[in-house]
């Protein structure tokens, strides 16, 4: 799988190797996450973190990873007070806010809302 540029919106779209590859790399994190190595590869890049359910595990570590690898983090919840709360569409949310990022992390509790998203964004999801 060619993961530059790509959504991840499901286990089932990874091959074995995909899967391998994903923990060989993970592996060669360790010592940033450790924080015994620094590196600024993501310096610049922004994560549009849009968790339209309660999470608080799932939002943070992907907030904290992309803080470690120098990225930054905008975070969107609460969503009651939003366009979306007023009826905007999640295809023309997904136009607008994926303006403003390099990728998304997202959760959403509708069957198929992030592939949804994903379809209308102009990053990775």
Do not use: C, W
């Amino acid at each position: 799988m060619q993961f530059a540029g790509s959504h991840i919106l499901s286990v089932q779209q990874f091959e074995r190797g995909d899967v391998e590859h994903i923990f060989d790399v993970a592996d060669r994190m360790v010592p940033y996450a450790h924080r015994r190595r620094v590196t600024r590869v993501l310096d610049g890049a922004i994560l549009g973190s849009m968790f339209f359910e309660p999470s608080t595990r799932t939002r943070v570590s992907f907030g904290s990873a992309f803080n470690l690898l120098g990225g930054e983090v905008r975070e969107t919840t609460g969503f009651e007070n939003s366009a979306i709360a007023k009826g905007e569409s999640l295809y023309d949310t997904a136009r607008v806010l994926s303006g403003y990022s390099d990728v998304i992390a997202m959760r959403h509790p509708a069957a198929g809302s992030v592939a949804e998203f994903a379809a209308a964004s102009r990053v990775p999801v």
